[in-house]
């Protein structure tokens, strides 16, 4: 049985910062691309952060420099680092992962048909 549980959302003024995670059951995180997607109201889901087994990560332009992703790997967790917030970043977040995808695609395509998904957490930006 696999679960991903989302946590860390909320509401923060433009500039502030969030950390979010994803705390993973029956599914070892360290051994697969794993990662986090966004969806605003009305708008298509969009790759934010990823990372594969062996540690490399990718970004979306929109959030290089400000998004970090990391695992801990001991409680099996997920996070995403979110710094210098603006409110183009609200959205529902969600993390998802596979055990078929040990790897990443540059594009977020192969996370984006994963298996496994969170039941997103959201996050609201006041200016």
């Known amino acids: 049985q696999v679960q991903l549980v989302e946590s860390g959302g909320g509401s923060v003024q433009a500039g502030g910062s969030l950390r979010l995670s994803c705390a993973a059951s029956?599914?070892?995180?360290?051994?697969?691309?794993m990662g986090w997607f966004r969806q605003a109201p009305g708008k298509e889901r969009e790759g934010v952060a990823q990372?594969?087994?062996?540690?490399?990560?990718t970004y979306a332009d929109s959030v290089k420099g400000r998004f970090t992703i990391s695992r801990d790997h001991a409680k099996n967790i997920l996070y995403l680092q979110m710094n210098s917030l603006n409110p183009e970043d609200a959205a529902t977040y969600y993390c998802a992962g596979d055990y078929r995808r040990p790897y990443c695609s540059g594009d977020f395509i192969l996370l984006f048909g994963s298996r496994y998904w969170g039941q997103g957490t959201q996050v609201t930006v006041s200016s």
């Open positions: 990372v594969d087994r062996n540690g490399y990560t």
């Open positions: 029956g599914f070892t995180i360290s051994s697969y691309c």
